[in-house]
């Protein structure tokens, strides 16, 4: 399944990084410049699978490291019910 970004989650980036803020809970949570990748392209409807790809395209030198960094981070965001399964 497709995980989906809850409507009241949004992202700020700032120079390196970024900041979801959850609009509901008024928690927040730092995101690197690959999280914020993710998350951006989870917004836009994107997979793990077709994230992973993406990522991999734009950073060569990761290569190896993506598949697990995205899963990883789309597991931590279920957990803070930021993505939800469609």
Not at 30 to 42: C, I, K, M, S, Y
Request: charged share 35%.
């Amino acid at each position: 399944m497709t995980p989906r970004v809850v409507p009241h989650v949004t992202l700020v980036r700032e120079s390196e990084a970024a900041v979801l803020l959850d609009k509901k809970s008024g928690k927040y949570f730092r995101l690197n410049r690959l999280g914020a990748d993710v998350f951006e392209l989870l917004s836009a409807g994107q997979s793990p699978e077709e994230i992973t790809e993406t990522l991999r395209k734009r950073f060569p030198a990761a290569r190896e490291r993506i598949p697990d960094d995205v899963l990883r981070l789309v597991e931590q965001l279920r957990a803070a019910r930021i993505v939800v399964d469609r």
